[in-house]
């Protein structure tokens, strides 16, 4: 199996051991496993984002469960920022059209009937993370293409103002002898406006879309690393 699913986290929620169990074996060697006995205990795992479980890549989920059935959680895990994205693929022993449109109206991914073949399961797991990564890897160029859009604009934008500062500034520094206090003042403003210049000049080499860790868990562009040559 292709070295990059098999690090992928999935997220088996059966209330049945004996299902655990099969699923467990056919997906331990492969996959990293966690697992959940009910709804909202899935949805605690799911949604927690905690060291212990982090966002499941994939979720396996049985349909019939007592106290919240697996509808009830994928329509829940549709609505949450972390989960709304993630596969989900139903396991059942209910193949019919109606168990199968609730299903899919819920939000599923794609199902697996009982007793489950491990071939179709497999497969079904590899076509659906595949499926996810080409997603991301679509979105990561989208998002690319509105960086270079807008590094584009900016640029445009920054570049005359930028340009009267300096004249101005230089016009200054001519005017002003080096034993007057404001000529320091003026030098400092001309570098400072040099550099936002380099700043601007780096926004337009950006080809690929990378970001790093600011304040407060957020992220930035990291402008020295998308920039080509940088």
């Given at each position: ?75 829940i895990l549709r609505q949450h920022p972390y989960t ?63 960086v270079l859009e807008m590094a584009g604009a900016v ?76």
């Amino acid at each position: 199996m292709n070295d990059n699913l098999a690090k992928k986290n999935i997220l088996i929620v059966d209330d049945a051991p004996a299902n655990i169990r099969v699923l467990v074996e056919i997906l331990t060697d492969d996959y990293e496993i966690s697992v959940a006995t009910n709804g909202p205990e899935a949805l605690e795992i799911a949604t927690s984002r905690t060291e212990l479980y982090g966002v499941p890549d994939l979720i396996l989920l049985d349909i019939m469960m007592p106290e919240m059935d697996g509808y009830e959680v994928c329509k829940i895990l549709r609505q949450h920022p972390y989960t709304k994205d993630i596969p989900i693929i139903f396991i059942t022993a209910n193949t019919d059209d109606d168990t199968l449109k609730e299903a899919f109206e819920s939000g599923g991914t794609d199902y697996v009937r009982k007793p489950v073949n491990k071939i179709e399961l497999l497969a079904r797991i590899k076509s659906a993370l595949t499926q996810q990564e080409l997603t991301k890897k679509l979105l990561e160029e989208e998002k690319l293409e509105g960086v270079l859009e807008m590094a584009g604009a900016v640029c445009h934008e920054l570049n005359q103002p930028m340009q009267s500062i300096l004249g101005f500034s230089q016009l200054l520094i001519d005017d002003l002898s080096e034993e007057d206090p404001r000529y320091e003042y003026i030098k400092i403003i001309k570098t400072q406006i040099d550099k936002m210049g380099k700043i601007t000049k780096k926004l337009m080499r950006i080809t690929r879309y990378e970001t790093r860790e600011y304040i407060q868990s957020t992220k930035i562009i990291d402008i020295n690393k998308a920039a080509e040559g940088e």
